[in-house]
């Protein structure tokens, strides 16, 4: 009995103790030096000071989120400490959720400790110390992805609510995170109505539609406020206005001035190498007054026309170089990252480049194979948030012409999240010896937590 204690004592401490490390190394990074302000903080600011239940915050330039955490906070300081508590606290979850999926001892330690390393890689501790988006969105995911987790080992009405908060919260941390919800609603619709039997019918439909209406509620947000218009503006002038055919194009679906369009572009000095031609005309000058009409009432509606008649640029125009962007800190995310921050040394490893990412993901689907393990509903549920940040990319890249490095970073973030729980699933779940049958019975822990 002293013994057992004593070990339930000593494997408490060894998750405590690197969960109490991890969190100092996060809050310290990111109070090192000053708070960094951008563009957007000022308007986060400012949509923050709107009263709570008003137009102006719900419906205001920036999804509301963040406004409102400022709203907690008051202060960059005390904006980046508790964006920062909130990461350690989503990020904490997700490692304690994932380490559960296998058998007790260095195995589920090992799956805590490697997901608390990947939350002290630079693409996820950069933004501690800005008054941005990005920070609060990248904790969304990892509550959803442990939420997800949690779902699949069980289907029950509060697991589901769980899920449908988490879609909620990154929808309204950035916009292009609506697809998370919409899609996610759809691929839990078609597990209903694939499984009527199922015990999981009903809390599969009503999740499924509890994400429905979280995509509807924040693209109403995002039309109601105009911020649409807005990202199609920023298309226009990096992916239109320079191409005389495309300008041409949008010149017959009712656009107006297109030659006064054509003869700036023509006019425009040319770029620097590697970067993209733009042209922005004066929307406030009279010059160009229908046009500026004409994007508020119709640009969104038409550019949407525009991608759905050449659905193929959706996934050949990002790699198109230069990159079709502006404003996007030449496609380094470390453009964002404050001066004298502190890193943990395993981005190298953890945030691989895209090709060793495809390499791991390939030895993964071999292994999954070669040691016969279950394709249980967690891994499909793993699998599926890691394919869906793919979609996420494509539509954040999509979605707006400036900044797409920034934006594109939580879709990439989820597929590397997706590569990686399923690396530690083929390498950490036990199989008995001499299992290798056409029935496996892999023996990690799927069963729900307690």
């Keep these: 009995m002293i013994r057992l204690r004593r070990w339930q004592c000593d494997s408490r401490v060894n998750f405590v103790v690197p969960g109490l490390v ?8 990111g109070t090192t030096a000053p708070t960094l302000i951008w563009q957007d903080s000022k308007n986060y600011e400012t949509i923050g000071a709107q009263p709570l239940w008003s137009s ?7 999804p509301p989120l963040t406004p409102f955490l400022w709203k907690l906070t008051g202060s960059p300081g005390a904006f980046a400490i508790g964006q920062t508590l909130i990461s350690v606290i989503a990020w904490t979850l997700l490692g304690w959720t994932v380490g559960r999926l296998f058998p007790a001892g260095w ?18 501790v950069l933004w501690d110390r800005s008054v ?36 909620l919260w990154c929808a309204l941390a950035r ?19 694939t ?7 009903n809390v599969a439909l009503a999740t499924a539609f509890g ?29 239109v206005f320079p191409y005389p055919a495309r300008v041409a194009w949008f010149s017959a679906h009712g656009m107006p001035e297109a030659k006064q369009i054509d003869k700036l572009a023509a006019t425009e000095p040319r770029p620097a190498h590697g970067t993209a031609k733009t042209v922005f005309p004066d929307l406030n000058s009279h010059e160009f007054a229908h046009l500026n009409t004409w994007i508020n009432n119709h640009g969104a509606t038409t550019y949407t026309l525009w991608i759905i008649e050449h659905p193929w640029l959706v996934v050949l125009e990002p790699f198109r170089r230069p990159e079709r962007s502006f404003n996007n800190a030449g496609g380094n995310i470390n453009g964002y990252a404050a001066g004298n921050r502190v890193t943990s040394g395993l981005t190298p490893v953890l945030w691989p480049p895209w090709v060793w990412l495809l390499g791991v993901a390939a030895v993964v689907v071999v292994v999954l194979d070669e040691r016969d393990l279950e394709v249980s509903r967690v891994v499909q549920a793993v699998v599926g948030l890691g394919l869906l940040g793919i979609l996420a990319m494509f539509a954040a890249w999509n979605g707006d012409g400036q900044e797409t490095t920034r934006h594109t970073l939580e879709g990439l973030a989820e597929v590397h999240l997706g590569v990686l729980i399923m690396l530690l699933y083929v390498t950490l779940t036990r199989v008995p010896t001499g299992n290798k049958t056409s029935d496996p019975q892999p023996t990690a822990d799927l069963s729900p937590m307690t």
């Design 56 to 62: 102006g915050f719900w419906f205001g330039g920036r």
């Design 211 to 239: 994400l429905f209406l979280v995509a509807g509620f924040c693209i109403a947000t995002v039309v109601e406020s105009g911020r649409d218009t807005l990202n199609t503006t920023d298309n226009l002038y990096v992916r």
């Design 175 to 193: 916009d292009t995170e609506i697809l998370l919800p919409a899609t996610l609603g759809l691929a839990l619709l078609i597990f209903a109505l």
């Design 132 to 167: 941005l988006s990005e920070s609060l969105a990248l904790s969304g995911l990892a509550l959803l992805f442990a939420s997800a987790i949690r779902l699949a080992q069980k289907p029950t009405p509060r697991r589901a609510s769980v899920v449908v908060g988490a879609a």
């Design 107 to 124: 195995r589920r330690l090992a799956g805590y400790l490697v997901i608390l390393a990947f939350a002290t890689t630079t693409p996820i």
């Design 22 to 29: 991890f969190a100092w190394f996060r809050l310290w990074q």
């Design 195 to 201: 499984r009527r039997h199922s015990p999981a019918f």
